[in-house]
Structure formats: structure tokens, C-alpha cells
């Protein structure tokens, strides 16, 4: 969508992010490929050395549904045919989990991998995508009827089209910079959008990590005062008892203490994400930030001043004519 300029305004730069600003993303897909691979080539030898792990559910889950195994169901005729038809289901997973527990090792790594993934991103929907890659690589080999393992290549598969829909992310972003505002955007399935003016923000923050210093890239925040580019660091201690004092009762306590840091941070339509020459892009900033807070000083001056030529240049003729 093109930008509709203000009076007097023109862009001065419009900038997308570097095709390695989202490399984070790129190594969240790079470790499902790497755990797939890996369960490809020695999955069956992992396995049996550590045993299925997928074992205790499986065997609740038949015990759940095993109608002999609950006299109180037994009463109730309402739950037996539901019930069969549950264990008709779970039957053939279990045995798929016994008969193949490398696939099972896959999973149950690729679950716990996704839970530090959640943490480092804040975005929990990154444990919910890495286990449907999995759980939908070994339904999409039981639909098709092939061996199990196929699953580890249909991971592989998925993994590869998240990487290209990480790209058409980055490429959905784009900043615009003028001599009155700057707006960042970023639209693929839904569009957001914001705008600053350069009277709003206080202070430019640029942060560039090591991964951005070697491709030349970083990301420049501009910080507001109602405080649009912050974010916090949280950190935590937390100190927990347990025991058992008498008859077996047990008794658990626990403190937490932790302390939070005001940090510069947003999301990446919220700021000049990953952007080449970052520098070059806060100078530009900053330029515009001080010109925009003198234009309208120079606007006074210059009115001021034109008044006072048109009166020193009004001469005694001129005083006469206009005299009645």
C-alpha cells in the first residue's frame, strides 16, 4: 500500500530489513531439519539406549480407556461404547509407540527443544508449531501408509517451507522515512502499522549483536515518552522446601524474588528491524529530529524578519500614498 504524504513532505529513505535480520527464526527451523536428520540416521541405536520415552503415556492412555479396568464405568452403559471406540483409537498409537520408539524419541525432543525456544522468543506458539511439525509429520505417514521413519523427511519438508515463510515475513516489513515522521509497517496475513512524528520520540537507540556486527546489520529503536521501544529484563530467584514430617504427609513451601530492568526493546513493525547500515539510519533520525524541532523557530524568525523588511522598506513616498 503506497504511502499518502502529508503537505510538503517527501520519503527520504525506505528500507526493509536485511535478508539475515530474522536469523533466529531461520535456526528455530535449522534444529527441527538438524533433530530430523539426526533420528533418520540413529534413531532406532538412540532409542535403545534410552528407552522409549513415550512408554508411561502410552500405557495410561491404555488404561484410560480400558473398560475392565474401571468397575464405576462398568455401571454406567452410557460410557462402554464411547470408551471402545477410544481404545480402538489408542490401541493401534500405542503399538505404533512400542514398535517404533525412535519416533517417539523424535517427538518428546522436539517437545522439550521447544520449550526454551517459547522462553528466548516470549512467543509460546513456537511450542505449539515445533510439536505440530512432528505430530503432523507422523500423521501424514500414517494417512499415506508408509513406514513411520518417512516422518523424519516430511519434518524435513515442513521445517524448509517454515524457512521460506520466515523470508516472506521479513520481506512484509517495510520502513519509511521522511521529513516529518517515520512509519514502519509489516503486512502478510494481517497489516500493522505505526507512525511517529519526530516531535514524539525522546531518544534512538541503536542494538546490533554479534551476528548483525559480521553481516552489517542492526536495529534502530526510536523511544518514545509514553514509552513505545521499551521492554524489561526480568530476573529470578526462586528457593523451594520439601518434607514429609509425619505419616507420610508431605509439606512444600516456596519464595520467589526476582527484579526487572527497563530495556529498549519492541516488536519488529515497531521499529527499524534488522536494517543495513544502521548508523547511517540513526544519523538520518537524528537529523530530521533536529531540523523538525528548529522548523518552527526558523518559521518565526523568518516571518518576523520579513515584516520587519517590508517596514524599512516602505519609504516616505510610499507612507504619504498610503496616508489618505
Known sequence: MKL?????E????????????????????A???????????????LAALTGNPLTPLTGYMEWMTAPHDNQLIQKVDFFQPIL???????????????????????????????????????EFKWGFVMAAVGAGSVLATALAGVEPKY????????????MYLVDIYRQSHRFLITNRRIVTEAKLITHSSNELSYDKINNIVLERDLVGTIFGFGTVIPVTASGLGMGADMAAITVGIAGSPSEGTTLAGGLTAGRSIQVPRTRSMYALFG???????????????HEYVQAPYLRKMTEQLEGIGKAVGK?????????P
Open 4 to 8: 499518502k504524504l502529508l503537505k510538503d
Open 315 to 323: 519609504g516616505p513616498e510610499e507612507k504619504t500614498r498610503a496616508e
Open 275 to 289: 536494517v543495513q547500515n544502521p548508523e547511517s539510519v540513526k544519523e538520518l533520525i537524528s537529523e530530521q529530529m
Open 10 to 29: 517527501k520519503i527520504l529513505a525506505e528500507i526493509k530489513p536485511h535478508y539475515m535480520a530474522f536469523y533466529d527464526l531461520y535456526l528455530i527451523w
Open 84 to 122: 471402545g471406540e477410544m481404545n480402538g483409537i489408542t490401541n493401534p498409537v500405542n503399538k505404533y509407540m512400542t514398535d517404533y520408539a525412535g519416533i517417539g524419541l523424535w517427538l518428546t525432543a522436539l517437545m522439550l527443544s521447544s520449550i526454551p525456544v517459547s522462553f528466548i522468543r516470549i
Open 31 to 45: 534444529w527441527t531439519i538438524t533433530l530430523a536428520i539426526v533420528f533418520a540416521v540413529a534413531g532406532d541405536q
Open 151 to 162: 516422518a523424519y523427511y516430511v519434518s524435513i519438508i515442513l521445517s524448509l517451507g517454515g
